[in-house]
C-alpha cells in the first residue's frame, strides 16, 4: 500500500507562485511514479505532471510547461510541484497520485494510478 498526502495549497493572486509538497509512504515499486492532477469545478480531473521516482524523467501538460516544475526529494519521499505565474484558470483541487513503473503516454492517465491522496486546494484571483 501507499500513503500519499498533499500540502501547500492556498489563495493565491495571478502571477503568484505557490509550492505543493506530496508526502509518500509505502512501497517504493507502488510508487515508481508519481504524479499530479487537478479538477476545476465542473470540469473532469485532468493530468498535470509527473516524475520518475528512479530516473527523474519529468512530464508535463502543455498548459502547465515553462510555469511549473516537478521534482522529488528522495531523503524526505516527497515530491513537489513548484507552481509560478499562476493563473485564474489554474484554480482547482491539486491531486497527489502514484503508480508503478511507466512510461510515455500511460504517464499521462489517470486510470493508470491506484493511489491518490485527498487533494489541496489551489484557488488564483485575477
Known amino acids: 500500500q501507499v500513503q500519499l498526502v498533499e500540502s501547500g495549497g492556498g489563495l493565491v493572486q495571478a502571477g503568484g507562485s505557490l509550492r505543493l509538497s506530496c508526502a509518500a509512504s509505502?512501497?517504493?515499486?507502488?510508487?515508481?511514479?508519481m504524479g499530479w492532477f487537478r479538477q476545476a469545478p465542473g470540469k473532469e480531473r485532468e493530468f498535470v505532471s509527473a516524475?520518475?521516482?528512479?530516473?527523474?524523467?519529468?512530464y508535463y501538460a502543455d498548459s502547465v510547461k515553462g510555469r511549473f516544475t516537478i521534482s522529488r526529494d528522495r531523503a524526505k519521499n516527497t515530491v513537489i510541484l513548484q507552481m509560478n505565474s499562476l493563473k485564474p484558470e489554474d484554480t482547482a483541487v491539486y491531486y497527489c497520485?502514484?503508480?508503478?513503473?511507466?512510461?510515455?503516454?500511460?504517464?499521462?492517465?489517470?486510470?493508470?494510478?491506484?493511489?491518490w491522496g485527498q487533494g489541496t486546494q489551489v484557488t488564483v484571483s485575477s
Open positions: 509505502g512501497s517504493i515499486f507502488s510508487r515508481a511514479v
Open positions: 516524475v520518475s521516482w528512479i530516473s527523474g524523467s519529468t
Open positions: 497520485a502514484a503508480t508503478g513503473e511507466r512510461t510515455g503516454n500511460s504517464v499521462l492517465r489517470e486510470n493508470e494510478y491506484p493511489y
